[in-house]
């Protein structure tokens, strides 16, 4: 089931200096003299090697091979915390976001605007647009809300059952925080204080043609709202421009979709033709911006009893995010500068 292990200690171990994690194998200490000590040796200078390649400073260097090796050894010795929905904060932030950043940061350079507009605290619902083929503005909006927060917090995605059917993919959905996208998860999520982001366009969304890229679907059945009202917390609309460039879905070949049993099969510029390089994302300008927040409680818990109010709210986010959506074109300009 779920797997507890206390936080307790300073996880970086003894030692002033950035070779804490293991002290004496950091490389600067005595020779090593077993395979073991030889092994983590070699292990630090790739480190280091890897963190000057990068462009880093000395000083950097070695804060980047400590909190490395600290990470490694909290691993080796059970030290981190996995919560009930199976979210492990640890290697989210010492791996799977590391993998995002050169996404974030150098292939779309992604523009962050309004993150004022996430609480310091306590729980929020995030409600963005989807496109894109395959779902990077899901995972850039979880590095944008970690990285540009003041208080580095984490999104906890809703996603699509199919996410966690798939092999492999739906293990690392759920250790980097993502939960099925019901509303007896999402209020427990929000009643807990976390942000919680949602897409409730889903696969129409991200499965939409080329040719109606940036035209938002329906949001279905408004279950975020209804779940933002029960957990009494403010809606912050998002907004996504770059996404829908990455893969331009020109067709979708249904007959293998069904034989895959995933809800579309993607024909883009450079896929299928390219083979596996037909999957790196065209490097697209984006910007993502949270919008005021839609406070919930003037209408209470009760109000998400209420089908019309539920609608209103639910259609007064929806044309939030578009309307934004269009201004935000106007702004960026070219597509991929």
């Known amino acids: 089931m779920n797997r507890q292990s206390p936080r307790g200690s300073t996880a970086g171990g003894g030692g002033s200096g950035p070779a804490g994690p293991w002290d004496g194998m950091s490389g600067d200490g005595p020779a090593p003299d077993t395979g073991v000590e030889a092994l983590v040796a070699l292990a630090v200078e790739l480190l280091r090697s890897a963190a000057a390649a990068r462009g880093l400073s000395g000083e950097a260097a ?45 292939w779309f350079r992604v523009e962050v605007r309004g993150i004022e507009h996430l609480p310091l605290q ?23 809300v970690h990285d540009e927060h003041p208080n580095r917090r984490h999104l906890r995605m809703l996603a699509a059952d199919l996410v966690f059917r798939s092999p492999v993919v739906g293990e690392v959905a759920r250790k980097s925080g993502s939960t099925l996208a019901c509303n007896p998860d999402a209020e427990r999520l929000l009643g807990e204080g976390h942000l919680v982001g949602v897409w409730p366009e889903g696969f129409k969304g991200i499965g939409k043609p080329f040719s109606e890229r940036y035209k938002l679907q329906r949001f279905g059945r408004g279950g975020f709202v209804a779940a933002a009202l029960r957990a009494q917390v403010p809606i912050v609309p998002c907004s996504i421009v770059g996404a829908e460039e990455i893969y331009p879905l020109l067709g979708n070949l249904t007959g293998l979709a069904r034989t895959f049993g995933i809800p579309y099969f993607p024909v883009t510029p450079t896929f299928p033709w390219l083979g596996p390089l037909g999957l790196v994302p065209l490097p697209s300008k984006w910007i993502i911006e949270f919008g005021t927040p839609l406070d919930t409680t003037s209408y209470g818990v009760q109000g998400a009893d209420d089908p019309m109010l539920v609608f209103d709210l639910t259609d007064q986010v929806r044309e939030t995010i578009q309307q934004t959506l269009y201004s935000l074109l106007l702004q960026r300009g070219s597509v991929f500068f």
């Open 122 to 144: 306590g729980g929020a619902l995030v409600v963005a647009n989807h496109s894109g083929t395959i779902a990077f503005d899901s995972l850039m909006t979880q590095v944008a």
């Open 62 to 106: 070695e804060r980047q091979v400590a909190e490395t090796l600290a990470f490694l050894r909290r691993r080796v010795a059970g030290d981190y915390a996995v919560d009930e929905f199976g979210f492990d904060p640890d290697l989210t932030e010492h791996v799977f976001l590391p993998l995002l950043r050169p996404f974030y940061q150098s």
